[in-house]
């Protein structure tokens, strides 16, 4: 039963960021579509590396995936409480059992990644799909990340 559990967090994880990444895919393909103006290419060119970097490596492969992972391992041998196994996904990801530092953390992480995405929807084009081909790298980073550490 803890295999499954442990299958659950880190399937839910990957159904998380797989939907995100491909709900970005066709808005950061289109934009690339666009005839983009010098200032946009470059702005394109310093974002995307800077996100992969600070959201892929650093954020979800230095941290998040390891987090996830461990955590998974956890459920395998000590996650018989029935609540942990609904919510596996969200014990992976630090949402509750969490020393309340982490737990302090991660709400803020979640509330600010939300008021960014709320903040982006209002960009209007070509920028909004600029800032969505960053997110995307970042994201589909930490897809492959949460893989590999699982």
């Known amino acids: 039963m803890g295999l499954v559990r442990a299958l659950w967090g880190v399937g839910g994880v990957l159904l998380l960021l797989g939907y995100a990444v491909l709900k970005l895919f066709p808005p950061a393909l289109d934009t690339l579509s666009q005839e983009l103006a010098w200032y946009h290419w470059g702005v394109l060119l310093l974002n995307t590396p800077f996100v992969a970097y600070f959201k892929g490596y650093r954020g979800f492969q230095r941290g998040f995936a390891p987090r996830v992972a461990a955590r998974a391992k956890y459920l395998t041998s000590n996650g018989a409480n029935i609540w942990w196994t609904i919510f596996a996904p ?23 990644m939300v008021g960014l995405i709320v903040l982006v929807r209002f960009l209007p084009p070509p920028w909004r799909g600029i800032i969505d081909l960053g997110i995307l790298v970042g994201l589909a980073w930490g897809f492959v990340a949460v893989l590999g550490y699982s």
């Open 90 to 112: 969200l014990f992976c990801m630090g949402y509750f059992h969490i020393l309340k530092r982490k737990k302090i953390v991660t709400y803020g992480m979640t509330v600010g």
